[in-house]
């Protein structure tokens, strides 16, 4: 499925909406391939109102919403060893009413929590303003609403 950025958007914004916590999603892809812009859109529906700054230096942003469900957005792209991962209390996430999003989850090796989701997207080869969106559903987390039937999808 090849979405564009406001189909990316929409799709987010769904999520955001629709998920029960707690739920993991772990995003991967290169370096400006919109994990970014997909964590914002899950908050924003999820109920953030901030803007949702990027946590590459901060690695770990939280943030409350109205509904008792905090959003947190880490980016673990700068992470250089798993004593770092503890330092950002990795073993608690995603145990409370958390939806936990997390740019570059891959580099947490084995210490990924059993039941995620994994979204990988990818810069289109013959179109710079869309992304190829793949999803992998590892063990039995929370549904995601069904995957973009309502958004705007270019071919
Ligand atoms: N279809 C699309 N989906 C998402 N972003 C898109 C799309 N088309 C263009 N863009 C642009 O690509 C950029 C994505 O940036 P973003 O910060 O989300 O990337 P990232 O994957 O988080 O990168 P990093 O690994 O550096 O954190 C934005 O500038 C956005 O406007
Ligand atoms: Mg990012």
Redesign the pocket.
């Known amino acids: 499925m090849r979405?564009?950025?406001q189909g990316?958007e929409q799709w987010g914004e769904q999520i955001g909406r629709a998920v029960t916590a707690p739920v993991f999603i772990g995003l991967h892809?290169p370096?400006?391939?919109?994990?970014?812009?997909l964590a914002r859109a899950i908050g924003h529906g999820a109920g953030v109102e901030d803007p949702m700054p990027?946590p590459?230096y901060n690695l770990l942003l939280r943030y409350e919403t109205d509904t008792g469900v905090d959003v947190v957005h880490v980016?673990l792209?700068r992470i250089e060893s798993v004593d770092e991962l503890w330092e950002l209390g990795w073993t608690e996430l995603g145990q409370g009413l958390e939806i936990v999003l997390v740019?570059?989850s891959e580099r947490a090796g084995d210490h990924l929590p059993a039941d995620r989701w994994s979204i990988r997207?990818s810069p289109a080869a013959d179109a710079?303003?869309?992304?190829e969106v793949e999803v992998r559903r590892i063990g039995d987390p929370p549904e995601l609403p069904a995957f973009p039937m309502s958004v705007s999808v270019r071919r």
């Open positions: 979405l564009d950025e990316l892809g370096l400006g391939a919109g994990k970014s812009v990027s590459s980016d792209y740019e570059w997207l710079t303003d869309l992304r």
